[in-house]
């Protein structure tokens, strides 16, 4: 069975950096598609960024409030990373990985299979 972990959360001021890990142990040889999503107060569950891991893999997609200040890597569906700049209040939440195979959908879709149990972000104005 495939469990996750993230780390790296916190508080920071707007305009601030926060890097978070997500790290899979288990069997992820089949997954195709690391996500990253955050849920705000009042707020539904939201994609913020897919790596895909599988053949072929490296490409990324991003929601549009996150584009140009989030960066999303990793080699493998093990350990991945999500760099986030210039954070805005807007951005507080907490933040979730999730894998699912063989490949990532369109429009930052939440059907994974495995999710983490998240790691709180905090960003102050």
């Known amino acids: 069975q495939v469990q996750l972990a993230e780390s790296g959360g916190g508080s920071v001021q707007a305009g601030g950096s926060l890097s978070l890990s997500c790290a899979a142990s288990?069997?992820?040889?089949?997954?195709?598609?690391v996500g990253w999503f955050r849920q705000g107060p009042r707020k539904e569950r939201e994609g913020v960024a897919h790596l895909n891991t599988g053949p072929g893999g490296g490409s990324t997609a991003y929601a549009d409030s996150v584009k140009g200040r989030f960066t999303v890597s990793g080699d493998n569906a093990k350990f991945t990373f999500l760099q986030m700049n210039n954070l805005e209040p807007e951005d507080s939440g907490i933040y979730y990985c999730?894998?699912?195979?063989?490949?990532?959908?369109?429009?930052?879709?939440?059907?994974?299979?495995?999710w983490g149990q998240g790691t709180q972000v905090n960003v102050s104005s």
């Open positions: 288990g069997y992820t040889r089949r997954a195709g598609c």
């Open positions: 999730a894998l699912r195979d063989p490949w990532c959908l369109g429009g930052l879709r939440d059907d994974f299979t495995y």
